[in-house]
């Protein structure tokens, strides 16, 4: 049994590695999207002692939800699990537009809750800051919602540093979601010692920057979907990343594992971050990514995977 940890102050202890379900029935963003097999992925999840599952309105947009709702709602473990989900944007016929008012984020819970078949959200994230709403107004609403037991932790994702700092004035921040893996590691400087400071849970999402620090490219691998467009897979950089990549391997080889596992460990080793959420398409990779909870790197293991990636 793997052994839980809290996100933060929040309160909620889970399995450190989680589940992040935007190829559940989310159709905007992956189209060749099959939800018998996004259920199935979290059906496995739930029977594989994952508790963590992180979904948005945004994947779907609402589809995810009602998925992951439904094979929670069959697993019959709904008091065991953790689940987060994210509001703010609405879609409109010009695109995505981003609502922190109160009263939105109020109304986007209800909806949440509804589509998700439950009576309370574990987690709850604004997904996207909005140019109007200050920041700890829209917390605010967050914290009756949590008083009034809807929701039982806050979160933010994307809101950038001084954003954060703003919305968390009273303390009632318990999670932040942002971008960090070992080839942009930016957050080292801009948020974590903001986010160690309060003990604050910082969850990364692209952790195997689009699968590239999985090692399952070579110089060969040719990508023509929003990888390609990616820097990490521009010319010149895709091949020194790919020669990053490659010294990982070594590591992972003696431990007997792969390198996303090494990859997905080493975030485990940063105070600020207790648990990460990786993807999954199919069941047997839900299952895979669970080893990250059996890989032990060394001081120096965590020192030398440091160096290759400064």
């Known amino acids: 049994m793997t052994k839980h940890v809290q996100l933060g102050k929040s ?20 189209p060749d999207t099959d939800e018998e097999a996004g259920k199935e992925l979290v059906r496995t999840a739930i ?18 939800e009602e998925l992951v709702g439904e094979v929670v ?13 994210k509001v703010s944007p609405i879609f409109k016929d010009d695109g995505m537009v981003n609502d922190n008012s109160p009263d939105f984020l109020k109304q986007e819970v209800e909806n949440s809750l ?8 574990d987690l709850l994230y604004i997904h996207y800051p909005d ?18 037991g809807k929701i039982r932790s806050i979160g933010l994702s994307n809101f950038t540093p001084e954003q ?17 893996n070992l080839l942009n590691r930016g957050a080292e400087n801009t948020f974590f010692p903001y986010t160690t400071e309060h003990n604050i849970s910082f969850i990364p999402f692209f952790p195997l920057a689009a699968g590239l620090l999985a090692g ?29 990549v490659d010294k990982l391997r070594q590591i992972a080889d003696a431990k007997d594992a792969e390198v996303a596992h090494v990859v997905l460990a080493w975030y485990l080793t940063r105070d600020t971050i207790d648990a990460i959420i990786p993807g ?6 839900v299952l895979n990514n669970q080893k990250t909870n059996d890989v032990q790197l060394t001081n120096d293991e965590i020192q030398e995977i440091d160096r290759i990636f400064q």
């Open 47 to 64: 029977d594989n002692g994952v508790n963590f599952l992180d979904t948005a309105y945004l994947y779907g947009p609402g589809r995810s």
């Open 11 to 30: 309160g909620l202890y889970v399995n450190p590695v989680g589940l992040g379900t935007n190829a559940v029935g989310g159709h905007n963003l992956f």
């Open 114 to 121: 509804k589509r998700l078949q439950t009576d309370y959200i």
């Open 164 to 180: 954060l700092k703003a919305a968390d004035q009273d303390g009632y921040v318990d999670v932040y979601q942002g971008e960090y």
């Open 73 to 85: 709602k069959e697993s019959g473990k709904r008091s065991d699990l953790v689940i987060a989900t």
């Open 280 to 285: 999954a398409k199919r069941a047997e990779q």
């Open 131 to 148: 140019e109007k709403t200050p920041e700890a107004e829209a917390v605010g609403a967050l914290k009756e919602l949590k008083d009034e």
């Open 216 to 244: 399952k490219y070579d110089k060969q691998s040719q990508f023509n979907d929003i990888r390609a467009n990616s820097p990490y897979f521009k010319e010149g950089a895709f091949e020194q990343n790919l020669a990053k």
